[in-house]
């Protein structure tokens, strides 16, 4: 879900930390006596390793799925568990291996199902999977949820051939319980911290899976967004997310914020693994009604849009309004601009994307919170019975039972305001919901009609701050809410540092246009190259 900017224009909430200083140098406790901070020589072998360069090295008999996964299993141990504690993974899946050692066995037999062929993937905690790992969203209450059924994602992913290594932890409820949380905490899984500089926040809610691609604790991820949750993580991780049009790629088996916003989309180290990972996951579920609208629009390879030389003759709209809340960010994206036009890309000023976007806020929060009640209730009915948790109203009252574990930090008035609402015939909602998704429609379409314009580039947010459980969140600015409203497509980038924190770039444009902002996107990456490897220092120097 979006972060702390939208909860304080009355939006969302993230979560806090388990057993932390509240200052931005974090205790010497909780680091292991191997480790004196950073930057930390990292000789990791699989480092920085694309997808396609690990099924070259399987091809060739370098590697192998099963010795691939326990390199992988191996640095979680070393660096999210031991060492720095990222903190990133929620749980690893004890059946790993056993999956890894299948797909040798296929690759042997002269059988590879695709790019995703034995390659170590991990999902975020609010993803369905039914093996032996919970599917919590990082709440105690949902301890013991082990679903029934996969996700229609994760159905996708098994038939891909990829390898399940475990869930990453998040910000609890996917930022949808408290307006002063911290981003990345969740009461199951504490909290996960940012790879460039330790004490800093990782944003949320998809933390897990920001820290976790960055950190080469994996091949790839899944992050889940509604307003901002994949993004943001992406970018002040420094890697590259998918924020898809809602339909192209199915939600159910996700436990849900907003039927009209949220959607599951991948994070990756580089845009050519990021489409490799879009083709496997999009696609048509019969469970998820809205994704029928994308039945001819799903293409099933999305690198065939990948261009060297995509910004050639490419028609951009500067959301020029979304700048300004940091000069340094400021100055990296007049850098970027100019690598857009000296690529040959014609840049456009614009005024405004939405006109009166404050106005939009309030009524986002509404719909946000009648579509969370709605349905986490629908959820949660059919959820394991062994939680004794069925309805919104029974995890606020597992929350205020178990206070010292469930809420050590800060509330849950997100949850209480939420179970409110009434139902979704209710006029306070359908007028919310008619202002919010179809103004933004309209907005963006019109502003990219008028200059047409093939995408439309902003700043997605700013340098990670202090993690602070105490006051929570202190975000910079963000540029995620017209996608999220309208539920068109948003693709960030790597595109540089602020005193060693990685910034991002975001495109954005209208419905199902995932081709050209993927053509878009890889020529900035192309022509840049920002991404660099996190370094897991302790905290800023000053």
């Known amino acids: 879900m979006k972060r702390r900017s939208f909860i304080k224009n009355t939006a969302l909430g993230s979560a806090a930390v388990s057993a932390m200083a509240t200052s931005c140098t974090p205790s010497s406790s909780n680091w292991t006596e191997e480790y004196s901070g950073g930057p930390v020589r990292d000789d990791f072998e699989l480092m920085e390793i694309t997808v396609k360069e690990l099924q070259q090295k399987m091809q060739e008999g370098t590697y192998t799925s099963k010795t691939i996964t326990q390199l992988y299993l191996d640095r979680i141990e070393k660096i999210d568990k031991a060492g720095p504690k990222l903190n990133s993974v929620i749980e690893i899946n004890p059946d790993a291996l056993a999956i890894a050692e299948q797909m040798d066995q296929e690759r042997a037999q002269g059988k590879v199902r695709g790019p995703l062929h034995g390659i170590p993937v991990m999902i975020k905690d609010n993803i369905d999977t039914a093996d032996k ?18 996700a229609f994602i994760v159905e996708q992913l098994r038939k891909a051939g990829a390898v399940l290594l475990g869930k990453t932890n998040l910000s609890e409820w996917a930022n949808f319980r408290s307006t002063r949380s911290s981003s990345g905490w969740s009461s199951r899984g504490g909290q996960t911290r940012n790879p460039y500089i330790l004490d800093r926040n990782p944003c949320g809610s998809s933390s897990g899976s920001g820290a976790a691609v960055s950190a080469n604790l994996c091949a790839l991820t899944i992050g889940t967004e509604t307003n901002g949750s994949i993004v943001c993580p992406s970018s002040t991780n420094g890697v590259v997310g998918i924020k898809p049009t809602v339909g192209l790629v199915s939600r159910s088996g996700v436990i849900p914020i907003s039927h009209s916003q949220d959607t599951t989309g991948p994070m990756a180290r580089c845009v050519e693994d990021a489409a490799i990972f879009l083709s496997a996951i999009a696609g048509v579920d019969e469970k998820d009604a809205i994704t029928r609208q994308s039945l001819d629009k799903v293409s099933k390879d999305y690198t065939q849009f990948l261009d060297s030389s995509g910004l050639e003759g490419a028609r951009i709209g500067i959301g020029r309004s979304f700048m300004g809340f940091h000069e340094e960010v400021d100055v990296l994206m007049e850098e970027a601009f100019e690598v857009f036009r000296s690529r040959g890309a014609e840049l456009i000023e614009l005024d405004e994307v939405i006109p009166d976007i404050s106005s939009y806020y309030g009524k986002g929060y509404n719909v946000l919170q009648y579509e969370f009640r709605d349905g986490l209730n629908r959820y949660l009915a059919g959820a394991n019975p062994d939680t004794g948790i069925k309805t919104l109203a029974d995890v606020i009252e597992y929350n205020q039972t178990n206070k010292s574990s469930a809420m050590p930090y800060f509330k849950q008035e997100i949850l209480e305001s939420s179970q409110e609402k009434g139902d979704l015939n209710e006029e306070e909602y359908l007028e919310a919901l008619e202002k919010v998704q179809k103004g933004a429609r309209e907005s963006i379409d019109e502003v990219m009609k008028e200059n047409n314009l093939d995408a439309i580039i902003a700043p997605t947010g700013g340098p990670a701050w202090c993690i602070d459980v105490v006051n929570g969140d202190n975000f910079g600015g963000s540029s995620s809410s017209p996608a999220a409203w309208s539920g068109y ?20 444009g209208g419905a199902y246009t995932e081709p050209t902002l993927l053509k878009i996107a890889y020529g900035f990456e192309q022509a840049t190259r920002h991404r660099k490897a996190p370094g897991f220092q302790l905290t800023l120097a000053i």
């Open 133 to 150: 790992m919970l599917t919590t969203a990082g709440s105690l209450a949902l301890s013991g949820n082990i679903a029934r059924k996969d």
């Open 489 to 508: 497509p948003n693709i960030t980038v790597p595109a540089g540092f602020v005193y060693g924190l990685p910034v991002g770039l975001s495109i954005f």
